[in-house]
C-alpha cells in the first residue's frame, strides 16, 4: 500500500488511484500529487512516482499509520462532512466547491428578491396611477 501525507493536516492518505490530489481528511489540495508531479516531463511515470514521492506501507507498519491518523483527524461541521463525503464518492461539486448554498446565504438572496420585487411593483403601481 502507498500513502501520500498532507501538509496541512499531517493525516496518511491511501493511495487509490493515480488522481488523488484532495486531502482525505481536510479536504486540501495535496501539493504532491501525480499530475502536478509529472507536469512537463514525459519521462516521469506512475511506478517512479509510487517510489519517490509516496511512503509504501508493509503489514507490520499498517496499524501505526492507523493510529498516527486518528490522531490528525479533523473534528469537522457537517457542510465540510457532506463536502468530503461527496469527494471520497467522486462526485462533482458545484460553484467552485461548494456543494449548496447554507441556510444564511438562502435567507439573504430570499431577503433581496422580496426587496427588487417591491421595488418593481411600486413603481408599476405608481405609473398605472
Excluded: P
Amino acid at each position: 500500500m502507498y500513502f501520500l501525507k498532507c501538509d496541512k493536516c499531517n493525516y496518511y492518505n491511501e493511495l487509490k488511484a493515480k488522481d488523488l490530489f484532495l486531502c482525505w481528511n481536510c479536504t486540501g489540495r495535496i501539493k504532491d500529487n501525480f499530475y502536478d508531479w509529472k507536469q512537463g516531463k514525459e519521462n516521469r511515470t506512475y511506478g517512479k512516482f509510487l517510489k519517490t514521492k509516496c511512503i509504501s506501507v508493509d503489514q507490520e507498519r499498517m496499524k501505526e499509520i492507523q493510529s498516527h491518523n486518528k490522531k490528525h483527524e479533523l473534528k469537522l461541521s457537517f457542510e465540510d462532512n457532506v463536502r468530503r463525503r461527496y469527494i471520497e464518492e467522486g462526485r462533482d461539486l458545484d460553484r467552485g466547491g461548494h456543494f449548496e448554498w447554507s441556510v444564511s446565504q438562502n435567507l439573504k438572496f430570499l431577503k433581496w428578491s422580496i426587496v427588487i420585487f417591491g421595488i418593481l411593483f411600486g413603481i408599476l403601481y405608481l405609473t398605472n396611477l
